[in-house]
């Protein structure tokens, strides 16, 4: 079975400093990993993903993050963060076909000015 | 384009009552996802509904149910209503065959069910 633990629940950081969000990932066929963003009283978002191909996946708001398959590891970075970023980050798995995704516990985000 | 639209936005029922949720997907997808979130559990998937039929269930009692209509519209429904069942529940359209799962997903903004 596949799981997903994001091993921060919450990260303060101070605006236009870099951050690091941690997501760690197990499963015994080969993944799709996904970050998602959630706004206060908002659905879900894509930041990016990784199928196939380059580790180093970058997605939208200057958000990136790199596929390590030795570590089982897909950590989302932003090499400076605004206050617009305060938000909540859940990393996520599938596989092909399954057609749902599993989801981690949520990294709560927030910049302090 | 309009997007993943979830009503009621908001809901109070009491344990025991029953409950039914809409969601109306993007024009033109034809699955629709549920999940439900919580602030214990995070984010599960309820089931998944692809041309009217159930591609996937995920570990829910039976209390939770589901349905999808030939306009792609779906409903959940969830019955004999209990205090863990208070939640955020969002459903996620996306056009089929799109690749891996996640790929292409299209989020509502949730209904807050709260049970009293």
């Known amino acids: 079975a596949q799981s997903v633990t994001q091993l921060d629940s919450q990260v303060p950081v101070f605006e236009e400093a870099p951050v690091e969000l941690r997501c760690n990932y197990s499963?015994?066929?080969?993944?799709?990993l996904f970050w998602y963003v959630q706004y206060p009283n908002q659905g879900l978002q894509l930041l990016l993903k990784?199928?196939?191909?380059?580790?180093l996946v970058k997605g939208i708001n200057g958000f990136e993050a790199e596929f390590n398959k030795s570590q089982t590891s897909f950590h989302l970075r932003k090499p400076s963060v605004h206050i617009s970023d305060t938000a909540e980050y859940f990393c996520a798995v599938s596989d092909w076909g399954a057609q749902k995704l599993v989801f981690g516990q949520g990294t709560r985000l927030t910049i302090n000015p | 384009k309009a997007g993943v639209t979830q009503t009621p936005r908001y809901l109070i029922k009491t344990r025991g009552q029953q409950v039914t949720l809409s969601c109306s997907p993007i024009s033109g997808h034809r699955s629709v996802s549920w999940y439900q979130q919580t602030p214990g559990q995070g984010l599960q998937f309820l089931f998944e509904?692809?041309?009217?039929?159930?591609?996937n269930k995920g570990n829910f009692p039976g209390r939770f149910s589901g349905r999808q209509f030939s306009n792609s519209r779906s409903e959940m429904n969830v019955s004999t209503l209990e205090l863990g069942d208070s939640a955020l529940y969002l459903c996620?359209?996306?056009?089929?065959?799109?690749?891996?799962?996640?790929?292409?997903?299209?989020f509502g903004s949730g209904t807050q069910l709260s049970v009293l």
């Open positions: 499963s015994s066929v080969s993944v799709y």
């Open positions: 996620a359209s996306s056009l089929p065959g799109q690749g891996a799962s996640g790929e292409k997903l299209f």
């Open positions: 990784y199928l196939s191909g380059s580790t």
């Open positions: 509904y692809f041309s009217e039929t159930q591609r």
